[in-house]
């Protein structure tokens, strides 16, 4: 059993498995840094993170600093004395804190480093189409995702996958990727790669997915507009506007999946085309979008066919 302490810092689900894969192996987890506790929805709940969840499991000391510069975490850090600390989907932390080990502090990143540096590494590899990404062990430095690479592991990603499985394979590997990493730095067999050194290509960020970002942009292709869908299925969704203009009515929809069709036309990006039955089908940039699942807002998720049979689409819609 490896006696070396390590510190442990992640919040999301997407951390638990690199967790639990750690206690697996028998790894000296001296505590676990996580998020605050916070209330939420109307009955104003408390809600814990998937990573202090966890830790409470399996009997962890959790630390819940609210500022990583209080002086009482940093005491509390140096109480614990770790050898290495590893963090999976966590916020910035401040120089002193991930300087403090001896062998330093190592992150797990979902995408192969340098490319889609960010928030939003697994959503955006699949929007821009790739065919492959992957996931990348470094050690920390001020630029966020910048510091030098210890160790990667490429993934195909598949022509109809969406973000809500490569994030469980992603999440699975990662997780792996993190036990072999640990091994590696405390056996100090490892041998370090600069991230921009002889790179040629062109950076693609993978900036926190927001509101405006994440709405569908019709005068796109067929194909860009499906791989758009499936970066951001299952959550947050791709959204757009179902708008009656003569009307003034606006309905909010997210969009799930669709089937691409290539097509010459003169219709305006967004017009529809349906048999008010079976299909309901949005022009775009050479070609059309067939949509098959969505949700409209105060409605269930639901099939365009059982959309369709439940709402009367007269007059002259569009989609925006």
């Given at each position: 059993?490896?006696?070396?302490?390590?510190?442990?810092?992640?919040?999301?689900?997407?951390?638990?498995?690199?967790?639990?894969?750690?206690?697996?192996?028998?790894?000296?987890?001296?505590?676990?840094v996580t998020s605050p506790d916070k209330p939420a929805g109307r009955g104003q709940k408390i809600n814990t993170s998937a990573v202090k969840d966890c830790a409470v499991r399996n009997n962890l000391k959790i630390l819940q600093p609210v500022?990583?510069?209080?002086?009482?975490?940093?005491?509390e850090l140096k109480h614990l004395d770790p050898e290495l600390q590893i963090v999976v989907a966590f916020r910035m932390m401040p120089e002193h804190v991930w300087k403090y080990p001896r062998l330093g502090t190592f992150n797990l990143h979902a995408s192969l480093l340098p490319q889609y540096r960010g928030a939003a590494p697994i959503n955006w590899?699949?929007?821009?189409?790739?065919?492959?990404?992957?996931?990348?062990?470094?050690?920390?430095?001020?630029?966020?995702?910048t510091g030098s690479i210890i160790m990667q592991e490429r993934v195909f990603i598949g022509d109809n996958e969406t973000v809500g499985s490569l994030y469980e394979r992603l999440k699975n590997i990662g997780a792996e990727l993190v036990v072999k990493t640990a091994n590696t730095v405390f056996k100090k067999e490892y041998t370090l790669k600069e991230q921009?050194?002889?790179?040629?290509?062109?950076?693609?960020?993978?900036?926190?997915?927001?509101?405006?970002?994440?709405?569908?942009?019709?005068?796109?292709?067929?194909?860009?507009?499906?791989?758009?869908?499936?970066?951001?299925?299952?959550?947050?969704g791709a959204h757009a506007e179902l708008n009656l203009p003569e009307n003034f009515l606006s309905l909010m929809v997210k969009v799930y999946d669709v089937e691409t069709e290539m097509r010459t036309h003169t219709e305006t990006f967004g017009a529809i085309e349906t048999d008010h039955k079976n299909f309901l089908k949005v022009f775009v940039k050479d070609g059309l979008i067939s949509l098959k699942d969505i949700h409209v807002s105060g409605r269930s998720k639901m099939s365009?066919?059982?959309?369709?049979?439940?709402?009367?689409?007269?007059?002259?819609?569009?989609?925006k």
């Open positions: 059993m490896p006696a070396h302490g390590i510190i442990f810092y992640g919040t999301p689900e997407f951390a638990v498995a690199s967790l639990e894969r750690l206690l697996h192996h028998k790894f000296n987890i001296l505590a676990v500022s990583m510069k209080d002086p009482a975490f940093m005491e590899a699949i929007i821009n189409g790739e065919k492959e990404t992957g996931v990348t062990t470094f050690f920390l430095r001020h630029e966020i995702d921009d050194k002889n790179f040629s290509g062109v950076l693609k960020p993978a900036p926190k997915l927001t509101r405006k970002n994440t709405k569908i942009d019709f005068s796109k292709s067929p194909e860009e507009i499906r791989n758009f869908i499936r970066g951001l299925t299952p959550e947050p365009i066919r059982d959309f369709l049979n439940g709402f009367k689409m007269e007059g002259n819609w569009v989609m």
